[in-house]
């Protein structure tokens, strides 16, 4: 499939243009990255991908490569809006933690000092669906236990294939007809999958979007439209897409039974998307685009702040950026992401050489199901964002093949 290559988008890409050589990167190298994307759509891995590439806060690094939707020839660019599904997480975090400067939350709280349906929640001992068993756990799952994964909550069994996973399948939990506080009320009724402070990936920061509510007093979408997304200019950063948008909506795709690029109809049309939808899903149902989130990034790698607008004071990004759980409770974070630590809504790199990436320590970094991906290296002050839509988001290896490149054309590192 031919691709289209876009020129470097100056202002209009989410920040200012800077000359790459200037800041440390080869030119000749970065086109290697042109080379790659194009591979990837001619040979039929991504209908369009889109990656952007920022050091020291200038717009070194922005292509985009073949189409965001192909029946309709719509090509992929920086403002094409994509599902980044789990990358909500990081921002669902980032508002919660505004509430914690403000007094109105605090990290060391009990989950139920704001939602009352967690008291009872148990954690699962055995038993099938029907009737699990469960015991009290020792000490309460708490607001830290959320942003970072460790609260005992689990995902559907798309995800989780024990029991536990089986009932959030038979309870819908994650309908988009269901409001916040349906889905806290649905999840406290399942059992945790272990005591907390154990990794599990799971709906933690779901829960978080609905205590923001309650901390807040205000819906969620209308929280973060107030107090980051109208702040940091991000205007195509929404839960639903209204009409007059759907034009630059990209469609979602898979391998199909022939090998060749398929639409994924199953949650792939408008879903949790539609304008009448009431699931807003904190830990996986925003939309954007990679100009948008590339703004997000670079207001956590200058320490909360982005022209004028501070969101989050340094102390409180160290704090994000620091890791949080201990090896042995790591669980399958050590499977997916190797030499990474959990920090508050990103996943910290503890060890470069475990990861098999290059990278610094300390980078912070998470991705979406639909093979999105961003990363942020304070030592090198790069921030880059990945924009697909293909699932499994396992399935190529773009965001190895993507940082791979962009380290390749750094040419002056540690300025």
């Given at each position: 499939m031919a691709g289209l290559l876009a020129p470097a988008g100056g202002l209009a890409g989410g920040?200012?243009?800077?000359?790459?050589?200037?800041?440390?990167?080869?030119?000749?190298?970065?086109?290697?990255?042109?080379?790659?994307?194009?591979?990837?759509?001619?040979?039929?891995?991504?209908?369009?991908?889109?990656?952007?590439?920022?050091?020291?806060?200038?717009?070194?690094?922005?292509?985009?490569?073949?189409?965001?939707?192909?029946?309709?020839?719509?090509?992929?660019?920086?403002?094409?809006?994509?599902?980044?599904?789990?990358?909500?997480?990081?921002?669902?975090?980032?508002?919660?933690?505004?509430?914690?400067?403000?007094?109105?939350?605090?990290?060391?709280?009990?989950?139920?000092?704001y939602l009352p349906e967690f008291a009872g929640t148990g954690i699962y001992v055995d038993g099938g669906p029907d009737t699990p068993n469960?015991?009290?756990?020792?000490?309460?799952p708490r607001i830290f236990h959320l942003m970072t994964h460790t609260s005992g909550l689990s995902y559907p069994g798309g995800y989780d294939t024990t029991a536990v996973g089986t009932i959030y399948d038979r309870k819908d939990v994650f309908n988009p007809r269901n409001t916040l506080a349906e889905l806290s009320k649905k999840t406290a009724s399942i059992p945790l999958t272990d005591e907390p402070g154990n990794f599990h990936y799971g709906a933690s920061i779901d829960i978080l979007g609905r205590v923001i509510e309650v901390a807040s007093g205000k819906p969620l979408d209308k929280f973060l439209r107030e107090r980051l997304f109208a702040p940091l200019k991000m205007n195509d950063t929404m839960f639903t897409v209204p009409a007059s948008l759907r034009g630059r909506f990209a469609e979602l795709y898979t391998s199909g039974p022939d090998g060749k690029l398929a639409v994924l109809?199953?949650?792939?049309?408008?879903?949790?998307?539609?304008?009448?939808?009431?699931?807003?899903?904190?830990?996986?149902?925003?939309?954007?685009?990679t100009y948008d989130y590339l703004r997000f990034c670079q207001m956590m790698l200058n320490g909360g702040e982005l022209d004028?607008?501070?969101?989050?004071?340094?102390?409180?990004?160290?704090?994000?950026?620091?890791?949080?759980?201990?090896?042995?409770?790591?669980?399958?974070?050590?499977?997916?992401?190797?030499?990474?630590?959990?920090?508050?809504?990103?996943?910290?790199?503890?060890?470069?050489?475990?990861?098999?990436?290059?990278?610094?320590?300390?980078?912070?970094?998470?991705?979406?199901?639909?093979?999105?991906e961003f990363f942020i290296d304070p030592q090198e002050k790069i921030v880059a964002v990945l924009s697909t839509q293909f699932m499994p988001s396992d399935a190529h290896k773009l965001r190895e093949d993507m940082k791979a490149l962009i380290y390749q054309a750094l040419t002056a590192p540690d300025r």
């Open positions: 920040l200012p243009e800077g000359d790459s050589a200037s800041h440390g990167f080869s030119p000749d190298r970065l086109a290697r990255i042109d080379d790659a994307m194009q591979r990837w759509v001619d040979d039929g891995k991504l209908a369009g991908v889109t990656i952007a590439v920022a050091r020291d806060g200038k717009l070194v690094y922005d292509r985009s490569v073949g189409m965001a939707d192909i029946a309709r020839g719509l090509p992929m660019t920086g403002d094409t809006l994509v599902r980044i599904y789990s990358m909500t997480k990081a921002v669902t975090v980032v508002a919660a933690l505004i509430l914690v400067e403000e007094g109105k939350l605090r990290l060391t709280d009990p989950v139920s000092s469960t015991r009290p756990p020792k000490s309460p109809r199953d949650g792939a049309g408008l879903g949790l998307y539609e304008t009448d939808a009431r699931l807003l899903s904190g830990g996986g149902g925003l939309v954007s685009t004028g607008a501070r969101i989050l004071v340094p102390k409180t990004v160290q704090l994000m950026t620091t890791g949080q759980v201990s090896p042995d409770r790591r669980g399958t974070l050590k499977d997916f992401s190797p030499g990474y630590d959990m920090g508050l809504g990103f996943g910290v790199l503890e060890d470069p050489g475990a990861s098999g990436m290059p990278g610094s320590a300390g980078e912070f970094r998470w991705g979406g199901a639909a093979s999105t």
